[in-house]
């Protein structure tokens, strides 16, 4: 899956893991790395990530999700599964990829929480789903499409069992894309234009609200829509970010290493997560 250069690996201790290259000055390492981390502290299952370099290119090494007796099963597979017409090619662009059909295909029976997981408030794998909605909302992840969820599947059971994979692929976030000029126009705040309250509401989803609808939600409008779904599943991840204090979030951007990122960088990524994380918290309020 993917188009980026990236090998797998084996290190000593025989567990494997996957590099992908950074293209460069694209941001694609510390931003993997960044959300990896947030999603560990918000106690979000997670491919674990590390910043890596091979040869003298900069990277990511993320440890394998699977094993001998867990495949991946990726969500267009799911959904096709369940309606043969659904577009599975199609990453992009796919507005039958909608946040009712992904939540339904997750509540059928075989599915259930991520392996390892335990939580009295947090029951199904669509409870632990909205958690990685938060995650992609907090850190205006934009690029949630069908093949970016998941669920493993277990060879060895007699009955068809399945568990909702970790989160994974995070890297297009965090404003990872943009130069450190624009950034620091946004962060200067003069133009009402280019603020960084204007970046974060243009930023889309790949999620729809309807398959009639031309264009996907904002991160933070599909993460709203499965609420609305699992409320108290969205209650609870709002609690947890609650009680996540900005400056928790704000160090761990603080611990990437100034040979991978740029200052303009560092600070963008903190204001992007201080702005989002404002957006959702305010949803607690709107609770009726």
């Not at 031309?214 to 599943?233: C, G, I, L, Y």
Request: aromatic share 6%; hydrophobic share 35%; with cysteine.
């Amino acid at each position: 899956m993917g188009t980026k250069r990236k090998f797998w690996c084996e290190a000593d201790d025989g567990r494997s893991y996957l590099f992908k290259y950074a293209r460069i000055g694209t941001g694609e390492n510390w931003s993997e790395k960044i959300a990896a981390e947030v999603a560990g502290v918000l106690g979000i299952p997670h491919a674990e990530v590390d910043l890596a370099i091979c040869e003298g290119h900069p990277g990511t090494l993320t440890l394998a999700i699977t094993d001998g007796q867990l495949t991946l099963t990726h969500g267009n597979e799911l959904l096709q599964e369940r309606r043969p017409e659904y577009p599975a090619r199609i990453a992009y662009g796919a507005s039958e990829h909608t946040v009712t059909c992904v939540l339904d295909a997750l509540r059928q029976g075989f599915i259930h929480p991520p392996e390892g997981t335990t939580s009295t408030a947090l029951i199904t794998a669509v409870d632990w789903f909205l958690g990685y909605l938060m995650l992609d909302a907090l850190i205006g992840n934009t690029d949630r499409h069908h093949e970016n969820w998941a669920v493993l599947v277990r060879s060895d059971h007699r009955d068809r069992y399945a568990a909702l994979a970790p989160s994974y692929d995070h890297a297009s976030s965090l404003g990872r894309e943009l130069k450190d000029e624009e950034r620091r126009a946004r962060l200067d705040g003069r133009d009402r234009r280019r603020t960084i309250e204007a970046y974060c509401k243009k930023a889309r989803s790949a999620l729809y609200r309807d398959s009639q609808e031309t264009a996907p939600m904002s991160p933070v409008d599909a993460f709203r829509e499965a609420t609305r779904h699992a409320q108290p599943a969205g209650r609870h991840w709002l609690d947890r970010l609650g009680a996540t204090e900005h400056a928790t979030l704000s160090c761990i951007v603080d611990r990437i290493p100034s040979q991978c990122i740029s200052e303009p960088a560092r600070q963008f990524a903190i204001a992007v997560m201080a702005t989002n994380r404002r957006a959702l918290l305010s949803l607690q309020e709107a609770r009726p």
